[in-house]
């Protein structure tokens, strides 16, 4: 949402190697066993019997592959080359001065960068914004690729440099080929880092893009052209969100569009699409009812999106501005309820969508329609675990590095008749149903000190995928 390690968490991890294709010919060098071998890992430390390492234990033994697993995983569409540095010494180089934070839906100028950045470091959000002014990004991006320290993270439109960090074993259709990159900037934040008045409860990060080849989807046709040839088990979709920064008119022209494309992807192969940050709620409205989701098996997305995809669409709890603190796990559990319920599968209705993927910084939920998904309880427990190796940089969770700070206790809902649940280290998955749809929460071990931040929600979608196995229907 590497092929992988020297390719900086390419293709699936990044959800956004706009059209490509992973192969696995049952051969350990196989593009789809490099893809997942990145995300193996080892037996968790024990630790001195705290929660966190018995927690990491218990997932270690929840964890299990399923009987049935992807050979073939094709992702799109949306592909660029992300420059990672740090957001407050951007700023200062860039000349800007703490001012009092505002959020923009879209940004113009500098100034809107400044006062957008001071929003969500003081809340520690993660974010995504359009830039509208193409030379006044352009000026920003040439300092933040000189900048010391800036890292270049893969992540479709594919230009020269995007090309040129592809692993091998990335396959790349001709016609997504183009002269020029598309550069998005990450501005990460450490949590305590300060800006003006604002200090960041925790580690996150700000991204910002002058991004059209990916806002107006141009490789959605080549891509869904590709896979009668390519014959994948699993189609990961990105980058509706980059719509925003296109017109009004291209958002409903691109959208039917976008639906017709997925309807045309063979029957049987279910389909995964990521969602990230949006302001525009037309268009997330049109997303949930112009036939995307009920043309999608699966989403994954996180607390930001999941209250914004709520009030855009009318929702269960749209009356909440903004999430105060962790969000409530009762709420959370009400507004997936009503996807599935509303916009799900079921016998009256023509949809495909049968599960949900949500994450936020210190629990995870996946939610599923009855008897359409099987080994979710140990694919929650692997995307939680990703989040935190990936955070640390680390190969296994190390206990000492990372905190256990979801709610020891919570409802299961606000609305219906929710249960209370008391949280156990020692059996870390609860589970509960309600009116055909299954729920599986787990607690995050969060990385205390972490090394990166963006990238976190794409790899726990993948991993989640991972280990997830579709019944045939």
């Known amino acids: 949402m590497a092929l992988w390690r020297g390719s900086a968490y ?53 964890i299990v592959r399923p009987a049935r697993r992807w050979r073939r995983v094709a992702v799109g569409v949306n592909a660029c080359v992300d420059v990672v540095l740090s957001g407050v010494k951007l700023l200062q180089a860039l000349g800007l001065h703490p001012g009092n934070g505002k959020d ?44 010391p320290g800036a890292q270049v993270l893969l992540c479709g439109p594919v230009g020269p440099k995007l090309h040129e960090l592809l692993d091998d074993n990335v396959f790349v259709p001709p016609e997504s080929l183009q002269e020029v990159d598309e550069f998005h900037l990450i501005l990460e934040y450490q949590a305590e880092e300060e800006w003006g008045q604002f200090k960041a409860p925790h580690a996150n ?18 891509f869904v052209s590709s896979l009668e040839e390519f014959q994948p088990d699993l189609v990961v979709l990105s980058g509706l969100h980059m719509m925003e920064g296109q017109s009004k008119e291209l958002h409903r022209k691109r959208l039917l569009e976008v639906v017709t494309s997925i309807s045309d992807i063979p029957m049987g192969i279910p389909v995964h699409l990521e969602l ?79 599960r949900v993927h949500f994450h936020t910084l210190v629990y995870h939920i996946l939610a599923t329609v009855d008897g359409h998904w099987a080994n979710q309880l140990a694919a929650v ?16 969770i ?26 156990n280290p020692d059996e870390p998955v609860v589970t509960w149903h309600r009116e055909g749809v299954s729920f599986h929460f787990t607690p995050v071990l969060v990385c205390t000190e972490p090394v990166r931040t963006v990238g976190l929600g794409d790899a726990i979608s993948a991993e989640g995928l991972f280990y997830s196995e579709v019944h045939p229907h």
């Not at 990060?205 to 080549?222: C, K, P, T």
């Not at 079921?346 to 969508?353: G, V």
């Open 205 to 222: 990060r700000f991204i910002f893009s002058h991004d059209l080849s990916n806002g107006a989807m141009n490789m959605l046709e080549v």
């Open 381 to 396: 427990a692997a995307g939680a675990r990703v989040a935190g190796t990936q955070a640390c940089a680390t190969e296994t």
């Open 276 to 354: 990230a940050s949006m302001t525009n709620r037309e268009l997330m409205s049109s997303i949930v009812h112009q036939q995307v989701f009920p043309a999608v098996t699966s989403l994954g997305l996180n607390e930001q999106e999941l209250l914004f995809l709520s009030q855009s669409a009318s929702g269960p709890h749209s009356s909440l501005s903004s999430w105060h603190g962790v969000p409530d796990v009762g709420v959370v559990s009400d507004i997936l309820f009503w996807i599935l319920k509303e916009h799900g599968k079921s016998k009256s209705r023509a949809s495909d969508l049968t």
């Open 104 to 147: 923009h839906s879209i940004l113009h100028s500098r100034n809107d960068l400044e006062e957008a950045f001071s929003h969500f470091l003081g809340k520690g959000a993660a974010a995504e914004r359009f830039f509208s002014d193409k030379e006044a990004f352009s000026d920003i991006a040439q300092i933040a690729s000189e900048f």
């Open 10 to 62: 390419a293709g699936f991890l990044a959800l956004a190697v706009g059209c490509v294709f992973l192969l696995e010919p049952q051969l350990p060098s196989s593009a789809l066993r490099s893809l997942w071998s990145s995300l193996q890992l080892g037996p968790a430390p024990p630790g001195p019997g705290s929660p966190e390492g018995r927690l990491a234990a218990a997932w270690d033994a929840l």
């Open 398 to 423: 190390d206990s000492s590095r990372v905190s256990l700070k979801a709610p020891r206790e919570f409802l299961t809902s606000r609305l219906g008749a929710g249960t209370r649940v008391t949280l």
